[in-house]
């Protein structure tokens, strides 16, 4: 019947979005891909490597430092986690995302509603990592710099982040194909997870 064929086209449109093959939202303008390059600031585009930057960092798009201290030992988190990572914070880089990717999602998650852009970033709530996760010794940013830092995403990327995004690594890899939008930086194969079964 009429209803369970819809149903199913709608079912069939997500699963295909969420593969990178083919996007529902494509109709909306803020979704283009063609407006990479299209706006202020010309020339930026959102960070794409993996594995320079930790979970908590990726999530709230904050700069992260985890990658330049001592990245095997679990008592040498980034200045984010050591100030507001809260006391279950495990602090370690990410081999399977990136800010693009996270940027893509969060796109998506605000919302035709909100015509697709992010909100403004959200405040630091966590309290400080606890003293006996942290290596005696530990040297980083202080809380009153991370707190004074401007938003990770220079100004305008927020008000249309397609423009600074390419489709994510993620859903390429699952499925093996590379949209036609994918810029030459975006097929860096020596940054490239080795697996990614796990995560969908
Ligand atoms: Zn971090
Ligand atoms: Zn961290």
Redesign the pocket.
Known sequence: NHESASQFSANLAAVLARSGAWCSKYHHENLNPALVGTKEPKGYMVPNQTGN?????LDNLRE?D?LQRDVDDPLD??S???HF?GTR?L??LVMDNSYNDVVFDKMLASGLENAYVLPPPEDRIHAPMPPHRVKKGWVGQSREQLLAKPDFLPHGVRDCPRAFIVSPYRSCQRTGLRTSSSSPSDVDSSSLPKANSAKM
């Open positions: 930057a930790c979970q908590n960092c992260c985890r988190p980034c984010e986690c050591r990572g914070c602090c370690t």
